[in-house]
């Protein structure tokens, strides 16, 4: 689900660096909290951290949850704005830490002895979830973290405007420059990839057939392809056709809606805001290939229950998250699809789900299944923000991108060692 606040930046970075910054230097056990029992056991007061979702009716679902829950009294903590990054980080230092709390996968958490390890209640279930979704919360055979939800990432656009223009779907990273150009008008920009454009580093990545890093947990994403998808996507920024700061960025469809662009890079879980607005005229794409070997590639988010390791209520905690997570498949589809679109990472919600089984939202599931890429857990901020320093310095400001790219490989290996020696 998107982060609709009225800042202006990528708040999944964000909220990855301050994880990745708290979890690196390690956290300090977490005691009782507010409302909870002192020693723990049957009907402990539990504490959970949600961020603010944008789509009307989030929080309101996620404690009429909470409050059908028996075993226990379960208080939500609804961080809204910018906030929920430094209220999470800051209480996981203190007596006041959430007993769960939502996030996404990083080795950082692990190590650090943040997370619990959830295996013993996904193991009899595991077949049922996304293959990919257990795969980025695996360490060493153990699963931390329960997948909520998954967000595929693609390109939006209007049919009309397409054909008014003379333009078809592009195939190629070329192609979408192409595109770019014939649709922007003296009113309407070709395209909108985002305010910082953060959002490329990734997909660029996949579509010129590379990874972020190998089998081995070394460099991949440093190859011609690469570099060449960066000069491609700095001809794009400084050729007039791209909407440039924005009101609001990628993850809210108004750039679209409004018609201040032909095609925007946004997430599923818009749709159907998109679709409201503009109806059979919305159409979409995956992020087209890079070079000869390039591959489509679609950009999987989502978000992801972790339990607090350090708290008193463990096992209790566990128990929750085990009844929700897992038990009620009625809330998780409700969760999924009743808020937006996203799709749910047990494959039975999924394939009964009967808002993806047509139009627009079935063909998302299959770019998703198709062309989907997942976070590698091994990833951290640092890496994350050598990359997007690559784009800031050689898409934003005309830097040589092999150049930047080796001042990147030499942050990254640092991370590297860190983690794997």
């Given at each position: 689900m998107s982060a609709m606040s009225n800042s202006n930046f990528d708040?999944?970075?964000?909220l990855r660096a301050a994880m990745g910054l708290a979890a690196a230097g390690g956290l300090a056990a977490c005691g009782s909290n507010t409302g909870r029992s002192n020693g723990g056991g049957a009907g402990a007061g539990?504490?959970?951290?949600?961020?603010?979702y944008g789509e009307a009716g989030t929080e309101q679902a996620i404690k009429r949850y909470a409050k059908a829950y028996k075993g226990g009294n379960v208080?939500?903590?609804?961080?809204t704005g910018s906030?929920?990054?430094?209220k999470l980080f800051a209480s996981l230092l203190t007596d006041k830490a959430p007993d769960c709390f939502e996030f996404h996968p990083q080795l950082q958490m692990i190590e650090s002895g943040q997370v619990a390890d959830l295996t013993d209640l996904i193991d009899p279930v595991k077949d049922d979830f996304n293959q990919a979704d257990i795969q980025s919360h695996t360490v060493d055979g153990k699963i931390y973290g329960i997948r909520m939800?998954?967000?595929?990432?693609?390109?939006f656009y209007r049919k009309s405007l397409f054909e008014k223009a003379g333009v078809e779907v592009p195939q190629t990273l070329e192609e979408l420059a192409e595109a770019a150009a014939k649709l922007t008008t003296s009113k309407v920009k070709g395209a909108y990839l985002g305010n910082t454009l953060h959002s490329m580093v990734n997909p660029l990545i996949w579509s010129a057939g590379a990874q972020h890093l190998d089998d081995k947990n070394q460099i991949a994403y440093h190859t011609d392809a690469v570099v060449d998808g960066f000069k491609q996507l700095r001809k794009l920024f400084t050729s007039g056709d791209l909407l440039l700061d924005a009101p609001t960025?990628?993850?809210?469809?108004?750039?679209?809606?409004?018609?201040?662009?032909?095609?925007?890079?946004?997430?599923m879980w818009a749709m159907p805001q998109m679709q409201k607005a503009l109806g059979?005229?919305?159409?979409?794409?995956p992020f087209p290939k890079v070079g000869d070997a390039g591959k489509l590639s679609v950009y999987n988010g989502g978000w992801s229950m972790f339990v607090n390791a350090k708290g008193k209520n463990l096992d209790e905690t566990k128990e929750y998250v085990k009844w929700l997570w897992i038990d009620q498949k009625e809330y998780q589809e409700d969760w999924a699809l009743s808020y937006g679109f996203h799709i749910p990472p047990r494959t039975s919600i999924a394939q009964s789900a009967e808002k993806l089984k047509s139009g627009?939202?079935?063909e998302g599931v299959k770019l998703f299944t198709d062309y989907g890429h997942f976070d590698n857990i091994g990833w951290t901020q640092a890496s994350i923000t050598a990359l997007e320093d690559v784009l800031a310095n050689s898409v934003r400001k005309g830097g040589d991108p092999d150049k930047e790219l080796t001042k990147a490989d030499a942050k990254v290996n640092k991370e590297l060692k860190k983690l794997f020696g």
């Amino acid at each position: 689900m998107s982060a609709m606040s009225n800042s202006n930046f990528d708040r999944r970075s964000v909220l990855r660096a301050a994880m990745g910054l708290a979890a690196a230097g390690g956290l300090a056990a977490c005691g009782s909290n507010t409302g909870r029992s002192n020693g723990g056991g049957a009907g402990a007061g539990l504490t959970q951290y949600f961020h603010a979702y944008g789509e009307a009716g989030t929080e309101q679902a996620i404690k009429r949850y909470a409050k059908a829950y028996k075993g226990g009294n379960v208080t939500t903590q609804w961080i809204t704005g910018s906030n929920f990054e430094s209220k999470l980080f800051a209480s996981l230092l203190t007596d006041k830490a959430p007993d769960c709390f939502e996030f996404h996968p990083q080795l950082q958490m692990i190590e650090s002895g943040q997370v619990a390890d959830l295996t013993d209640l996904i193991d009899p279930v595991k077949d049922d979830f996304n293959q990919a979704d257990i795969q980025s919360h695996t360490v060493d055979g153990k699963i931390y973290g329960i997948r909520m939800i998954d967000d595929p990432q693609f390109f939006f656009y209007r049919k009309s405007l397409f054909e008014k223009a003379g333009v078809e779907v592009p195939q190629t990273l070329e192609e979408l420059a192409e595109a770019a150009a014939k649709l922007t008008t003296s009113k309407v920009k070709g395209a909108y990839l985002g305010n910082t454009l953060h959002s490329m580093v990734n997909p660029l990545i996949w579509s010129a057939g590379a990874q972020h890093l190998d089998d081995k947990n070394q460099i991949a994403y440093h190859t011609d392809a690469v570099v060449d998808g960066f000069k491609q996507l700095r001809k794009l920024f400084t050729s007039g056709d791209l909407l440039l700061d924005a009101p609001t960025d990628f993850w809210d469809p108004s750039a679209l809606n409004q018609g201040l662009t032909a095609m925007q890079w946004c997430g599923m879980w818009a749709m159907p805001q998109m679709q409201k607005a503009l109806g059979d005229d919305l159409g979409i794409f995956p992020f087209p290939k890079v070079g000869d070997a390039g591959k489509l590639s679609v950009y999987n988010g989502g978000w992801s229950m972790f339990v607090n390791a350090k708290g008193k209520n463990l096992d209790e905690t566990k128990e929750y998250v085990k009844w929700l997570w897992i038990d009620q498949k009625e809330y998780q589809e409700d969760w999924a699809l009743s808020y937006g679109f996203h799709i749910p990472p047990r494959t039975s919600i999924a394939q009964s789900a009967e808002k993806l089984k047509s139009g627009l939202p079935a063909e998302g599931v299959k770019l998703f299944t198709d062309y989907g890429h997942f976070d590698n857990i091994g990833w951290t901020q640092a890496s994350i923000t050598a990359l997007e320093d690559v784009l800031a310095n050689s898409v934003r400001k005309g830097g040589d991108p092999d150049k930047e790219l080796t001042k990147a490989d030499a942050k990254v290996n640092k991370e590297l060692k860190k983690l794997f020696g």
